[in-house]
């Protein structure tokens, strides 16, 4: 092979190779995340846990719905995920994390999820419930938190954090205009049963009633009379 059909063979490789790593890339950016997921969807996932996150929110004083983003980006609500260093369950617990916080089952859901927020419990006192750090630390650890002091450096930290804040704003944005809604309706309940109310003051006096007290005013005059 001459140089010439060297340098062609070369040429048409490199060609070839541009274009894959391109249909690649392309492929990858289609990817979806749970965060890209609509509200309603992301719920529909998050059914089977979400009385169960909203319990344990309660009683580790966290918001439920920053419990249910974390869940959401860690895993979408899979509570049989394991990752490829180790983490299990619907909120990705290490071994070492589970074992801080007492979980001893973590592909139990239920475990997973109650040791999965009393560590969030835990990073909001030590970052005065400052959200970004919280999901920062809970993705790349306190230690990188603190040296950064901030969001460490990292594209999957920060991308991870940014998913995290999607979710929580859109179940926020949701759980509002949820409570709004409610709130109508049983001001319109109210407004109802105050209407009927009235109504029934302003009611005519029944037939009967208004025989029976003819009969005791004509009763009376007669007595005045005789």
């Not at 070369?10 to 979806?32: D, H, M, V």
């Not at 594209?155 to 859109?170: D, Q, S």
């Not at 319109?188 to 005013?217: A, G, H, M």
Request: net charge positive; aromatic share 10%.
């Amino acid at each position: 092979m001459n140089i010439q059909q060297r340098i062609w063979v070369g040429l048409s490789l490199f060609t070839l190779i541009t274009i894959s790593t391109g249909a690649q890339a392309k492929s990858k950016a289609k990817i979806k995340t749970c965060a890209d997921l609509k509200t309603s969807s992301i719920l529909k996932k998050a059914r089977p846990f979400k009385s169960t996150i909203e319990k344990y929110a309660r009683l580790h004083n966290v918001n439920a719905d920053f419990v249910l983003a974390i869940a959401a980006v860690e895993t979408c609500f899979n509570s049989r995920a394991v990752s490829p260093v180790g983490a299990r369950g619907l909120m990705q617990l290490m071994p070492a994390t589970a074992k801080r916080f007492g979980v001893r089952y973590r592909s139990n859901a239920r475990q997973n999820v109650k040791g999965g927020t009393k560590y969030l419990r835990f990073l909001m006192r030590r970052y005065k419930s400052n959200m970004r750090y919280v999901a920062a630390a809970y993705n790349a650890g306190e230690g990188r938190v603190d040296r950064y002091k901030g969001v460490p450096p990292y594209r999957e930290t920060r991308r991870y954090v940014r998913n995290v804040l999607t979710v929580y704003n859109k179940l926020s944005q949701y759980r509002k205009r949820q409570q709004s809604q409610d709130k109508k309706q049983q001001n319109t309940v109210r407004l109802n049963k105050k209407y009927k109310q009235e109504v029934d003051l302003i009611k005519p006096t029944p037939k009967y009633r208004r025989t029976s007290e003819k009969k005791e005013f004509l009763y009376a005059v007669n007595l005045l009379l005789g």
